[in-house]
Antibody
Framework: VQLVESGGGVVQPGRSLRLSCVPS????????MHWVRQAPGKGLEWVSF????????DYADSVRGRFTISRDNFKKTLYLQVSTLTADDTAIYYC???????????WGQGTLVTVSS | SHVVTQPPSVSAAPGQAARITCGGD??????VHWLQQRPGQAPVLVIS???DRPSGIPERFSGSHSGNTATLTISRVEAGDEADYYC???????????FGGGTKLTVL
């Protein structure tokens, strides 16, 4: 199992980015997925969840209304559209696979988003 | 929502056991998962559902859960075990994942 994130970078406050996560080594269309972030020197913070078919989506209160999770099971890609960014959104963004027991059983290496003017 | 508490730091000498706790209110019937994050690396699941060890994780890693406290035990600690360890649960009120603040394990 491998997860590879991309799309991070330096962005000005108020702007947007689209993060991507490309999986391999498992049947992507059978697994729910998450985004988790980690601010520099801080702990892990859950950001968003999407069901295996994309029909169920959920968000942390801190990002609801600004971030949008989606997936394309044909292209085998998970996305996170991040908008109206603030300095508090500066973090490494990880995609993670949802384990059947509620755990995060596989993680990507992350992509760094830095919000700065 | 659940607040999940971990000690900020734990230390152990090589060959000794390290124990990291994770607690909160109304914790007794919630499955607890544990993640290891070595410096500069992504997290790795080391224990799921209180005590299940994923494939590839050494037997030195074990988990337990009693009442409102879950414990990750690393027996015969090695230098390579030095890392941040996070516990994780699902909040029963909204099913949102919640992480503890993390515990830094220092191998003396």
């Amino acid at each position: 199992v491998q997860l590879v994130e991309s799309g991070g970078g330096v962005v000005q406050p108020g702007r947007s980015l689209r993060l991507s996560c490309v999986p391999s080594g498992f049947a992507f269309n059978s697994f729910a997925m998450h985004w988790v972030r980690q601010a520099p020197g801080k702990g892990l913070e859950w950001v968003s969840f999407i069901s295996y078919d994309g029909n169920i989506r959920d968000y942390a209160d801190s990002v609801r209304g600004r971030f949008t999770i989606s997936r394309d099971n044909f292209k085998k890609t998970l996305y996170l559209q991040v908008s109206t960014l603030t300095a508090d959104d500066t973090a490494i963004y990880y995609c993670a696979r949802h384990g059947g027991d509620g755990s995060f059983d596989f993680w990507g290496q992350g992509t760094l988003v830095t919000v700065s003017s | 929502s659940h607040v999940v508490t971990q000690p900020p730091s734990v230390s152990a000498a090589p060959g000794q056991a390290a124990r990291i706790t994770c607690g909160g209110d109304n914790f007794a019937h919630i499955g607890v998962h544990w993640l290891q994050q070595r410096p500069g690396q992504a997290p790795v699941l080391v224990i799921s559902n209180d005590s299940d060890r994923p494939s590839g994780i050494p037997e030195r890693f074990s988990g337990s859960h009693s009442g409102n406290t879950a414990t990750l035990t690393i027996s015969r600690v090695e230098a390579g075990d030095e890392a941040d360890y996070y516990c994780q649960i699902s909040d029963s009120s909204n099913n949102h994942p919640v992480f503890g603040g993390g515990t830094k394990l220092t191998v003396l």
